[in-house]
């Protein structure tokens, strides 16, 4: 019996290479799987389909995973404001967890031989994918021809041609990788440290001029409304608010920062709806969180962001962190009021019956009203306690 094999199949150069050389150099049964978290169409799912046929593949299948990815991922970075270096939401890197977690699901449902991956030796997904399924199915063997090989891209294409297998894989410029939580951008720019993207580079061009008013609603710390719109489904939330933010070509920047291998990387992105919702969340937060809420779930957020970019979802402490991070959002509701603009915008304030500003303690620079003169003079003194010890054993311990 011929060796069954699963290869994750995106359609690009390196997996149609795959898919091919699995099944007539290694004459394997190859099954390829597209695991769809939100980054491609309906059209572009059946286009990918029918590219694989062509390869011989002997089955393929869509796998669509975009409700779990929210659901399981998404909704966690949001609590946590996770954006990694302060920057970057995660975008595309923590798809592919999702991506590698309903591929290897599948391998083992088929009983499949073999798992495959068209990943490089050069970039953070060989691992991803690697040590989901290392985890999950030890058992199943992990095939990946193109870090293997060292293939360059010319030899993969020339072994398609030579195969008969005619596609236009003509090197982009840019390579962009969109997915539902932003969209990566690399070029020749983002290999050198002292240049940036040019405006053409980005998939979403400026459209708007002027100023354009934008409502966001939270319910317990999710999207829940969008200009007053109330969403069911969150995905179709995100899609809405990235959909009006990519008008104004909100969300571009470059992340530069350390890669699961040891290296340092540079990649461009945008990503209009994460960083609206991201941060009309936190400026929510800001108004009906206490200041130690606020301080744990930074920690807890970072720590959060990090071991999901470096393949960890699977460590137990993440779903420890998410037990925490849902606990926080219990008052998180309300609207928030953003005005955006060509390449920016503003976070004009919030609505929330949980605002911690809406209390009879005092109005901040004004008046108190929980207190008097004389409770403010004492805590003061108390609070002075520790330093005056201090600097009264340590005399000669001066500023």
Not at 71 to 93: A, D
Not at 193 to 222: H, M, N, R, V, W
Request: hydrophobic content about 35%; charged content about 25%; overall charge negative.
């Amino acid at each position: 019996m011929k060796k069954k094999v699963v290869l994750a199949f995106s359609g690009g150069l390196d997996t149609s290479f795959c898919a091919m050389y699995l099944t007539k150099e290694k004459d394997y049964e190859v099954y390829t799987a597209l695991a769809n978290t939100g980054g491609f169409s309906e059209a572009e799912c059946k286009a990918i389909e029918e590219r694989a046929y062509k390869l011989g593949v002997a089955q393929h299948i869509t796998l669509n995973v975009e409700k779990e990815y929210y659901e399981k991922s998404i909704k966690y970075m949001v609590f946590g404001n996770v954006l990694r270096n302060g920057t970057y939401p995660i975008s595309v890197s923590s798809e592919r967890i999702f991506q590698a977690l309903a591929i290897i699901q599948y391998a083992k449902e088929i009983k499949a031989d073999a798992v495959a991956h068209g990943s490089t030796g050069a970039g953070n997904d060989q691992v991803r994918f690697d040590l989901t399924f290392n985890v999950l199915a030890p058992e199943i063997e992990i095939i990946t021809p193109t870090r293997d090989m060292n293939l360059s891209r010319e030899y993969e294409i020339n072994y398609l041609k030579q195969h008969g297998y005619e596609a236009d894989f003509v090197k982009m410029e840019y390579s962009i990788n969109k997915g539902l939580w932003g969209t990566s951008v690399g070029g020749k720019e983002t290999l050198h440290s002292d240049q940036t993207l040019p405006d053409e580079a980005y998939p979403s061009q400026l459209q708007a001029t002027g100023e354009e008013k934008l409502t966001i609603e939270f319910d317990k710390g999710e999207i829940s409304g969008v200009n007053g719109i109330a969403y069911d489904n969150k995905v179709d939330a995100i899609r809405k608010v990235e959909e009006i933010g990519s008008r104004w070509a909100i969300g571009r920047d470059m992340h530069i920062g350390d890669t699961i291998i040891g290296i340092k990387g540079r990649v461009g992105f945008e990503a209009a709806g994460p960083l609206l919702i991201i941060n009309a969340h936190k400026m929510l937060e800001k108004h009906t969180l206490t200041k130690w809420q606020q301080y744990w779930k930074d920690q807890i957020g970072n720590w959060y962001g990090m071991f999901l970019h470096e393949a960890e979802y699977l460590e137990p402490v993440m779903r420890d962190m998410e037990v925490f991070l849902q606990s926080t959002q219990k008052q998180v509701s309300g609207k928030v009021f953003l005005t955006l603009r060509p390449y920016g915008y503003t976070l004009v304030g919030i609505e929330s019956k949980h605002d911690l500003m809406k209390s009879d303690f005092g109005v901040y620079g004004e008046e108190q009203k929980a207190w008097t003169a004389d409770d403010v003079k004492g805590f003061t003194k108390i609070l002075g306690n520790q330093m005056k010890i201090y600097y009264n054993v340590n005399k000669e311990d001066t500023i």
